[in-house]
């Protein structure tokens, strides 16, 4: 479910204007004067919300889902179905949802509102906060006192940012909640949408990413990092966390506490970090990679899975480092030999 501070609800929608709106099929028996008040996940959603399931690793959360209504592929049997959830099928599961998104959240990339202050009227400001020249205050925003914000900074609509933090210059943050001594560097961008999209023949169809940010106390930002808004979820940032620059931290992604992230990382979505993981620079993250906590990832490696914790793991793909490093000198010494072989 969306927070209402950071987004603006349309419905309730009578579930058939609501099929008739995302192309799908009101099934034979569903009342469709029902009112549909809101989407959410299969976890948390309720009697009144529309969520989706387009199998995966979502098998378990289908089975326990309380939702009213779920949209599903055709190929998924009415006798999978949770008892009291009403299921709709259609060709696309993504599609749907996405349409779904934008009928009740139209306005959901930026939330940009016209204010004529640049601290709106609205927004709650500390004792002793520090505002330098060029910064703008969304409405209803809150910053915990003695903290300090640069010059030319924007702070969104609901935003919270706890005491005695430090923004730096020409950052952006929207959607997000942030600790108490959080340090952000210059150039950083906060809570921007996720890069998700169901494709068609026409061209790419943007998915609403209606989630948020959290960002734990004494964690360090680094400069023109990127960290995207969940989905439907949050992505988190675990207390103690430190992010080096030119970083890339994907929707829905959940880091740990006290890990430290060299310059260049890239993740994709989901991925989970235990405690205390360390990751070297340039290294990348497929989608959903799980890192146990004390993990350490050299610099330049490529995760696309599951990784226990307390080990030291390197290459592409990261596997045992002292594997990859034995790896690597078998490949060293083939080459030698293939070399002098060659040369005789």
Not at 100 to 109: K, L, S, T
């Amino acid at each position: 479910m969306a927070d209402p501070r950071f987004y603006d609800n349309r419905g309730p929608v009578a579930l058939e204007a609501l099929c008739a709106k995302i192309g799908v099929s009101l099934p034979s028996g569903a009342d469709g004067r029902a009112k549909v008040h809101d989407i959410a996940g299969l976890s948390q959603a309720g009697p009144q919300h529309l969520t989706f399931f387009d199998g995966g690793r979502a098998k378990q959360d289908f089975a326990r889902t309380k939702a009213g209504w779920c949209l599903v592929g055709e190929k998924v049997s009415p006798a999978e179905k949770p008892r009291k959830t009403t299921l709709l099928p259609c060709q696309s599961v993504t599609h749907a949802f996405a349409a779904a998104g934008r009928v009740f959240y139209p306005d959901n990339a930026l939330a940009i509102s016209a204010q004529d202050k640049a601290v709106h009227a609205t927004a709650r400001l500390g004792k002793g906060v520090v505002l330098s020249p060029g910064v703008v205050i969304g409405p209803h925003a809150e910053i915990g006192r003695h903290t300090r914000i640069g010059p030319n900074t924007v702070i969104g609509r609901g935003v919270t940012i706890g005491r005695n933090s430090e923004i730096g210059a020409n950052i952006w943050i929207g959607f997000a909640h942030l600790g108490d001594e959080v340090l952000v560097l210059p150039g950083a961008q906060i809570g921007g949408p996720g890069f998700g999209f169901a494709s068609t023949p026409r061209g790419h169809d943007k998915t609403p990413q209606l989630g948020r940010v959290i960002i734990q106390d004494h964690v360090e930002i680094g400069a023109n990092t990127a960290i995207d808004r969940g989905a439907l979820g949050d992505t988190v940032i675990g207390e103690g966390t430190k992010i080096d620059n030119l970083v890339h931290v994907a929707h829905n992604c959940v880091f740990g506490r006290h890990c430290l992230i060299a310059g260049k990382v890239g993740f994709a979505g989901s991925v989970t970090l235990g405690d205390f993981v360390i990751i070297g620079g340039k290294a990348g993250f497929a989608d959903h990679a799980t890192v146990g906590s004390g993990a350490r990832i050299a610099g330049m490696s490529g995760v696309s899975g599951d990784l226990p914790g307390g080990h030291d793991y390197g290459g592409i793909l990261a596997r045992p480092v002292r594997q990859w490093h034995k790896e690597m000198a078998t490949l060293s010494k083939l080459a030698k030999t293939s070399r002098r072989v060659k040369d005789e």
